[in-house]
Nanobody, 124 residues
Framework: QVQLVESGGGLVQAGGSLSLSCAAS????????MGWLRQAPGKDRAIVAA????????YYAVSIKGRFTISRDNARNTMSLQMNSLKPEDTAVYYC?????????????????WGQGTQVTVSS
């Protein structure tokens, strides 16, 4: 089992940047596929980016590709999401999630463990 805690959300103007972090507990972090997902008001939770156990070949949603970068540090049990060129439509609660599948998982249903979420608000 793994416990996840996100940090780094906040309010930013359009065009700005934010960096989210996810700290994981447990000694088997490196065996989990990890992801960032978001949920905007009135919308379903959706994948933003996903990364497999060794950090290679991450997956990005089309809407954020080229603007966001996902990374992980297995030695520190952490995962990050660097968000650049933010748009108002990026406003959502962002969740860190872990899957027992060591590859990247592009569907919310594939994740078993979730953080509490962190709010990202992008003003126009």
């Amino acid at each position: 089992q793994v416990q996840l805690v996100e940090s780094g959300g906040g309010l930013v103007q359009a065009g700005g940047s934010l960096s989210l972090s996810c700290a994981a507990s447990g000694r088997t972090f490196s065996s989990y596929g990890m992801g960032w997902l978001r949920q905007a008001p009135g919308k379903d939770r959706a994948i933003v980016a996903a990364i497999n156990w060794d950090g290679r070949n991450p997956y990005y949603a089309v809407s954020i590709k080229g603007r966001f970068t996902i990374s992980r540090d297995n030695a520190r049990n952490t995962m990050s999401l660097q968000m650049n060129s933010l748009k108002p439509e990026d406003t959502a609660v962002y969740y860190c999630a872990a899957s027992p599948n060591s590859g990247w998982v592009s569907s919310p249903e594939g994740y078993n463990y979730w953080g509490q979420g962190t709010q990202v608000t992008v003003s126009s």
